[in-house]
């Protein structure tokens, strides 16, 4: 016997940021060689329930010779269900002197903890991302 399960989705999931940038020109009075530029930003994911349509399939086979033939299908089923994606947030910053050298970093958590099939939990651990960057034209 063989089971196939599918699941299919059809929905949209958008994640939501903002994002500041300023300009220094002069410390006391003094005005710099090259200007600095400082970013900042904040990214957001809100929990999401999605509903998927699930298709189950069970086939039997008879094997002949070695070769495995579908018999018959034992089970061809469709339902209803949820998946429920955690809420994910993050923090973003950049600096940039002159138009020669970019720093960025950023910091993403994902609650994949609170990740759900059908209301239930599949033991998932909560997710850190941690990204470093650098950039000299």
């Given at each position: 016997n063989r089971n196939i399960v599918t699941t299919r989705v059809g929905q949209?999931?958008?994640d939501y940021g903002v994002q500041h940038r300023f300009t220094i020109d002069s410390v006391k009075g003094r005005k710099l060689n090259e200007p600095v530029k400082i970013t900042s930003g904040f990214v957001l994911g809100t929990?999401?329930?999605?509903?998927?349509n699930l298709d189950t399939f069970a086939f039997t086979y008879l094997y002949t010779?070695?070769?495995a033939t579908?018999?018959?299908t034992t089970i061809n089923t469709q339902s209803k269900g949820t998946i429920a994606l955690p809420i994910k947030y993050g923090v973003g910053f950049g600096f940039q002197k002159g138009e020669r050298w970019?720093?960025?970093?950023?910091y993403i958590v994902q609650q994949w903890g609170d990740y759900r099939e059908n209301n239930i939990s599949k033991g998932f651990n909560n997710s850190h991302t941690v990204a470093l960057g650098t950039q000299y034209i």
């Open positions: 949209i999931v958008a929990n999401t329930n999605l509903a998927v010779n070695g070769v579908v018999q018959d970019l720093v960025l970093a950023d």
